[in-house]
């Protein structure tokens, strides 16, 4: 049986100025239909631009990409319409993304049911029964802006199933939420994904919201790393004297490099790989893509080469 979802050597590219810069550089990824795959990493890494790529709203530079057997590089026109439509959910971190201000819950659940072209009794019944299945049939007639971050977001969840897709992607859907009301949003993603047979892609910064999907893998600098689902064989440890023990796997990982570079960045310590003459490149890109907060400047160790006898 072939994959639900199957990326093959994806890369995306942006031209910022006189540099191109490299979002994703041959991706190779696959899902398992009704699957929950988190990706972790930190702010530019290309989790976003593997979402926008998935949902349709992005095209790839180079590479193959299938959802449920269709050739995403072949769509066009009303046909990507219909896919983006019909086939995957979108729910972002940002509320105005999500919702219109100036719609009650009701009217923003039925909006993608009208541009579907459902009926106005059949659009009412879906909306009503997708706020009650979200807990939130009681603020039907609400508007968005009285209720709190977690009300929105079960609201925009219905949103997003509301012409009954496929696929759902998750952009840091708990990134706003306080610790309660983001356990809250898992349990009911969790929930909703067994009842409505989902296949769930969720992008986040946070392990401990990670931890609700049946894999976690890392995305770094545009490339997909190790799977981090069973986190204890690559955790490092402290030996009895309080130095730090890397797990084999990174050890072998590092082996290699003429230095490692050290950065703190908001959702951990960062080592890495790098020779000296990585660094005008890597200056390039931390200035080109956003970062959740400035990390900390990077101490890069160099090993002292060996010098060859005259």
Not at 23 to 45: C, N, Y
Not at 93 to 115: C, E, I, K, Y
Not at 265 to 287: I, M, N, Y
């Amino acid at each position: 049986m072939s994959a639900f979802i199957t990326c093959r050597q994806l890369v995306k590219a942006f031209q910022v100025g006189h540099h191109e810069v490299v979002a994703l550089k041959g991706v190779d990824f696959e899902m398992e239909r009704g699957e929950m795959v988190t990706i972790i990493g930190p702010s530019g890494a290309g989790k976003s631009t593997l979402l926008n790529l998935l949902g349709g709203l992005d095209r790839p530079t180079a590479g193959q990409l299938t959802v449920n057997g269709q050739n995403l590089l072949e769509l066009k026109g009303h046909r990507l319409d219909d896919y983006r439509l019909r086939k995957v959910g979108f729910i972002w971190q940002q509320t105005d993304r999500n919702l219109f201000p100036h719609r009650s819950a009701l009217h923003n659940v039925m909006l993608p049911l009208t541009l579907a072209g459902v009926s106005v009794l059949g659009r009412r019944r879906r909306a009503r029964a997708l706020l009650d299945a979200v807990g939130m049939a009681d603020h039907a007639h609400q508007h968005p802006a009285p209720l709190s971050g977690g009300q929105q977001q079960r609201i925009a969840l219905a949103v997003a199933l509301a012409n009954d897709p496929q696929l759902l992607l998750a952009d840091e859907p708990t990134g706003s939420l306080d610790r309660t009301s983001a356990a809250q949003m898992m349990d009911l993603i969790a929930d909703l994904r067994r009842r409505y047979g989902l296949t769930v892609l969720m992008v986040t910064h946070d392990m401990e919201i990670a931890a609700y999907a049946d894999r976690v893998l890392t995305l770094r600098d545009g490339a997909l790393g190790q799977d981090v689902t069973n986190g204890d064989t690559t955790r490092p440890t402290l030996d009895d004297e309080g130095r730090l023990q890397l797990p084999e796997p990174v050890r072998a990982q590092l082996a290699g490099a003429e230095g490692i570079a050290v950065e703190v960045r908001p959702e951990g310590v960062l080592l890495r790989p790098e020779s000296a003459e990585d660094d005008d490149t890597s200056a390039l890109l931390s200035d080109m893509l956003p970062q959740d907060a400035p990390p900390q400047r990077a101490r890069r160790f160099f090993r002292r080469r060996e010098r060859k006898p005259a």
